[in-house]
């Protein structure tokens, strides 16, 4: 067997296939959101806040696996749309809490039906769609070190 043999391919790696499927998936979640005025992040944002509002912005980067740095921009934008509002906790000033306007409040209704057409889009049933997602935390909480402790279940999709 020659090196040339031995070389990994690209179409036999696994972090590919999940790399060019999270492409796809944006892909087609791009018009979906564009729908309600939300981008892929922003949706996520407002996943966490629909299933508990009021939550420090702490709470939010723990469950989507985010800095600071990197959420506090995204609230921003998010609160200039008028989905959310930011305030420090009154009963502790180093936290931010944020909580969904009315208008977030009424965009839940207008989102509902998009975890639906993406699965739709994926072609596959959504008790294959359980099994994947089941799949994939356990090899994320692998890699981050987590083996067999629970997750929160993050958004369907």
């Known amino acids: 067997m020659s090196d040339d043999d031995a070389a990994p391919r690209l179409d036999q790696q696994l972090c590919f296939a999940i790399y060019s499927t999270m492409h796809a998936i944006n892909k087609t979640y791009g018009p979906l959101l564009e729908r309600v005025g939300l ?15 009021d939550v420090t912005v702490k709470e939010i980067g723990e469950k989507l696996q985010l800095d600071s740095g990197t959420l506090t ?13 930011r305030a420090r906790d009154p009963k502790d000033e180093r936290q931010v809490r944020v909580k969904l306007t009315d208008k977030g409040r009424e965009l839940r209704s207008a989102a509902k039906g998009i975890p639906a057409e993406m699965a739709r889009a994926m072609g ?24 067999g402790k629970s997750d929160a279940k993050p958004p369907a999709g």
């Open 124 to 147: 596959r049933p959504a008790e294959d769609l359980k099994g994947l997602r089941k799949d994939l935390r356990r090899v994320r909480n692998n890699l981050q070190g987590k083996r």
């Open 73 to 85: 921009p995204l609230l921003k934008r998010i609160e200039a749309i008028g989905f959310i509002h």
């Open 39 to 53: 981008t892929y992040p922003q949706y996520l944002v407002m996943l966490v806040l629909w299933e508990t509002d």
